[in-house]
Structures are given as C-alpha cells and as structure tokens.
C-alpha cells in the first residue's frame, strides 16, 4: 500500500491527536476504534524504557492498520541524544507519516532531526521529504523561541504544546486546581497559538487532564485560535469535533 503523504492541508484537518503507548496491544486497538483523526505511538512517555524496542517492532503491523482505517501513522521518538536515533531507524521501516520530537527548545533541534530523517528516506527508499516533523515545545525556553523552531525547517506544518511539563517549568504544583493550572498557562497558550498561527502551522493545544471541565477550557482555547488539540481521554474526542464543527 502507498503510504499516505502527509501534506500541510492533511495534517491541519486532523482535529484530535491522541497519544497511545506502543506496548499495549489493547491500548492500540482502542485507538483505532475512538474516531481519533491522529494516532501517535508515544515511545517518550507512554511506553516504558524496557518496552521500546518492541514497540518500534510493532508499529510496523500497526501503521498499516492506520493507513486500512485511513489514518496518518504517526510516532514520538524521544530525543536523538536519548534513543530517538535508533528509535528513527526502526520505526522508518513502518514509513510514518510524521514524527513528532520532544523536549524542542532550538531551531537546531529541529535541524539535527531533519536531517536524519532524510538519511533515513534514502536508507529505506522513500521520497525525500515525504515525512513530517512536529516539535513539542514544553518549556518556557521552547516557546519563548517558537517563531525560530517553526521556520527551522519545510517539514514543520504542525506543533504541539506540551502543556504538561511546561506546567512544572512554570512552578505549577501537580495537585493545583484546574483554574489556577489554566490561569498560568493562559499568556503562554497564547503565545505558542500566535507563533503558529505567524508561521502557518497548526497549533496543536496541550491536553485538558482532568475529567471535568474540558470543554469550557475547550470554548477558551477556541476563542484564542486553536483548532487541534491532544488528547489522552478518548472521551474527549466526540465534543472536542463537535465543537470544532461547530466552530
């Protein structure tokens, strides 16, 4: 089967992006069947240290899945300094359609990964830019240089808030209630949605980690120009499209 390109416009109609660990078979089956419209094995933090190399090993069948359920297979390496290199060269043979990479706090860690995944095209055969690259930022440092990490390279169309570590960057204690959480992250929310919205990519919010509340913090993240966002809930997804349809 052809793998589905992942072209600007195809990335930005994807509304939820559900992250899933790759070492858990009826975690992945679930995945499937949650009508999520972006599917990301998480090797970083949801599948542990001594489960990895398995997980690369399946993702294999399991990209193939995506593509029968028309879904864009998608991954998260962790940092290449950090297992994400050998991670990139075993998930390449599952032809992903786009790799996200944590922990971005620099145009250049946007540069290192561009230009392994292009060794990795050529080492498998595939067309020279036919992969996606999705930098997390995370850190008051990763968003202060967004406009810089978004421009860094053609095969950013999309970026990812990683709203939970950059919530303990920021001092937020991880028992705090959802408003004060919420109160915080607000300037900084607005921040990465501008530097998105400045480069053409397309935001993609933090998730909402709390099971009340989620689609009034939705109603907000709408008002301010997000269009995407995570998920960890698969709850979360029917009135995360039916708002955005809405919208």
């Known amino acids: 089967m052809e793998p589905l390109i992942p072209t600007p416009s195809s990335l930005a109609q994807c509304r939820s992006w559900l992250f899933v660990p790759g070492h858990d078979p009826a975690r992945l089956d679930q995945a499937l069947d949650s009508g999520a419209e972006a599917i990301i094995v998480d090797l970083e933090e949801f599948t542990p240290d001594a489960d990895r190399r398995q997980a690369c090993d399946d993702f294999v069948a399991f990209a193939e899945r995506c593509r029968q359920h028309q879904r864009l297979p998608m991954a998260r390496i962790n940092p290449l300094t950090q297992g994400g290199k050998g991670e990139l060269a075993a998930l390449m043979r599952a032809r992903p359609a786009a790799i ?7 145009s250049m860690d946007i540069v290192l990964l561009a230009l392994a995944l292009a060794r ?28 810089e990490i978004l421009k860094a390279s053609p095969r950013v169309s999309a970026a990812l808030l990683g709203s939970g570590d950059l919530s303990r960057d920021l001092g937020i204690a991880a028992d705090a209630e ?14 990465f949605v501008d530097a998105c919205a400045k480069a053409e990519c397309l935001a993609i919010d933090g998730p909402w980690p709390y099971r009340e509340g989620f689609e009034q913090d939705l109603e907000w993240a709408m008002a301010r120009g997000f269009r995407a966002r995570c998920v960890v809930l698969p709850e979360q997804i029917a009135p995360l499209h039916r708002a955005l349809t809405d919208a």
Do not use: K, N
């Open 178 to 191: 959802p408003g004060e959480r919420a109160s915080v992250l607000a300037p900084w929310r607005q921040r």
């Open 100 to 106: 996200f990479l944590p922990q971005v706090e620099s």
């Open 120 to 147: 990795e095209e050529r080492r498998v055969g595939l067309e020279q830019g036919c992969t996606a690259l999705i930098p997390t930022l995370e850190s008051v440092a990763g968003v202060g240089a967004a406009a």
